[in-house]
């Protein structure tokens, strides 16, 4: 029996997903950054008819289109949504794979009869995904590689034996090759698959490298590809059938230590950690109570995580009574083992994440925030606040030029009086309090940045001083140049120093 490989492309499964939790009128794409600018990760059909592409600058892109909506790509998201096709595919077959960040290959040997043939199995497979509002390009071949190419260059089925005369007309690009290497080979016109199956090997590799002819012998049959899927999690979830119903709150604490150590033991053989938790309570009235908790990052030390459940299990109603209780690990992250003791930054980072998770799941994890430092002059956008147990504290940046304030808000006008124009006036009036300088510090010039389109710098230039005032407060404040520094009314207040 010929082996038979399955290739699936989703074209646009990024956006797809992104929109079917909140949909868009219009053209629509996700945003990633990389380096020092945001490019578009994924687009809907409407912003690519706009002549927009993967890839594309933010910046050109809304040159072309200004009316293109935008949101940034949750790549874990992403991943977690082929992650879950990839398991529903194998209703289709036992062996399934990924293929890159947006595809999967699966093989389908022994399997089409079962559903009418290879065309009927793909037509299945295509009108299941399309009533979920997936794009899906699909292609059934011998190779993984002759697969993969036709999936992207508009499906089908090659027959058995017929590889070379299947993928031939697809353009060189599609054996998976370097951009570099296909532009080579199409300015010596070779611009198609076919241009290449009858060449010898050796010049091919000298010029072009041992990358193209491995992919072309590997779509042609000539050299083997495996697939190899990857291994589920196991599940993480551990149950005790209790012989009589309890109710009090300190059995259930009790009940949950021991399943605790139960699963604590299995996640660090699996070298995972916990980051969020479910306690199902089974009462005896056949009704389920539920104490779901999040924790700041990775842990499986049983006492630590059972101070959490607490304050849930107090507020739980045991009712009659609960027969049987289940604890389940549904979120976990890789953990490796780590160093037990004293250390004093050990125990800090502990008591941090401690309080990040009590704080998180009494607030909401969303709303433990800290700040983070960014690269930009600009005051307001010198941080950015992220929440706390999805970021990692970073150092700020070395220190360069005059001192900034450690309190930063919107700028505040300023009543001034007095004084040299372009300088600090003499007196003022800020937050209905009256003020008179000591001694000012300055300017720092700060211009704005050209490439964000920001209507608080729409004024141009600022000139910053540091005024130390007779009456104590420090004071940042500035002006701009090209707008008169007289009368008063053009000046700010946007920190404050300790």
Known sequence: ???????????????????????????????????????????????????????????????????????????????????????????????????????????????????????????????????????????????????????????GIVPEGAVARGIGHLPVSALRIGEDSAQGLSRMGLKRIADLTGLPRAPLARRFGPALVLRLDQALGLQPEPISPEADLPYFGVRMT??????????????????????????????????????????????????????????????????????????????????????????????????????????????????????????????????????????????QLLPAVYSRPQAPPPQRGPERPITIFPPEPVAARGGRPGHPPSAFRWRNMSFRTLRATGPERIAPEWWQDDPAWRTGLRDYWRVETREGPRLWLFHTPQAPAWPAGHWFAQGEFL
Request: with cysteine.
């Open 242 to 383: 209790l012989p009589e119903p309890i109710g009090l709150e300190e059995d259930v604490m009790a009940g949950l230590s021991r399943l605790l150590g139960r699963l604590c033991a299995t996640l660090a053989r699996h070298r995972r950690g916990a980051r969020r938790l479910r306690l199902e309570l089974h009462r005896v009235d056949g009704e389920t109570a539920r104490v779901e908790i999040g924790l700041a990052r990775p842990m499986r030390d049983p006492d630590r995580i059972a101070a959490l459940f607490t304050r849930g299990v107090a507020e739980v109603e045991a009712a009659f009574g609960i027969e049987m209780m289940r604890l389940v690990a549904h979120v976990t992250e890789a953990m490796d083992p780590e160093q037990l003791g004293g250390h004093a930054a050990l125990r800090e980072q502990d008591a941090l994440a401690d309080l990040f998770s009590t704080l998180g799941n009494r607030l909401g994890f969303e709303r433990v925030l800290r700040l983070v430092p960014r690269d930009s002059k600009i005051p307001e956008r010198s941080f």
């Open 1 to 155: 029996m010929a082996r038979r490989l399955l290739s699936i492309w989703f074209p646009r499964l990024a956006s797809e997903t992104a929109l079917r939790r909140r949909p868009v009128e219009g053209p629509f794409a996700l945003v990633h950054r990389s380096g020092n600018a945001d490019h578009l990760h994924c687009l809907n059909p409407a912003a690519e008819g706009q002549g927009l592409h993967r890839g594309m600058a933010l910046a050109d892109a809304r040159a072309i289109c200004p009316a293109l909506i935008t949101r940034p790509a949750d790549l874990v998201r992403e991943a977690a949504a082929l992650g879950g096709l990839r398991r529903w595919l194998e209703r289709y077959s036992p062996m399934v794979a990924r293929d890159g960040a947006d595809g999967l290959v699966a093989d389908i040997t022994g399997v089409p009869h079962l559903f009418g043939g290879e065309a009927e199995l793909r037509a299945d497979l295509h009108a299941r995904l399309e009533r979920v509002g997936l794009s899906v390009g699909t292609a059934i071949a011998e190779t993984r590689g002759a697969a993969q190419a036709l999936a992207r260059h508009g499906g």
